[in-house]
């Protein structure tokens, strides 16, 4: 019944923010929650560093059905190993941005893996 933004098709690719403690419904039912900030070492905007740096942020994710609930991290830097992206279900989530502060918003990117 009518269309609801918050629900997209499970194989249309998109793009969400959350802030800490939010979570979003995905096309396939499933929930994906935005839990905390675990690090951010990230170069001050405005200040030339070295690195870049990296920020870490955890996830948890709930299916609709069948699989098992998954809490993950994910990292703004692929250096040292760190995984920037995680398979969900039939999806694979990556942070697209990260705000800065003590609770930053996190805009992700969410991909079916499926054709």
């Not at 995905?26 to 030339?48: A, E, F, I, M």
């Not at 740096?53 to 040292?80: C, M, R, Y």
Request: proline share 10%.
């Amino acid at each position: 019944m009518g269309n609801d933004p918050s629900q997209a098709q499970a194989d249309t690719p998109r793009t969400l923010t959350l802030k800490q403690g939010e979570n979003a419904r995905l096309g396939d039912g499933s929930h994906l929650t935005y839990l905390k900030l675990l690090n951010d070492s990230r170069c001050p905007p405005d200040v030339q560093c070295i690195w870049a740096g990296n920020a870490e942020i955890q996830l948890h994710w709930a299916p609709a059905i069948g699989d098992q609930d998954k809490t993950f991290p994910l990292n703004t830097s692929p250096v040292g190993g760190k995984p920037v992206s995680a398979i969900i279900g039939s999806s694979e989530v990556r942070i697209h941005s990260l705000e800065r502060g003590p609770a930053p918003a996190a805009t992700l990117e969410i991909k079916p893996t499926t054709p």
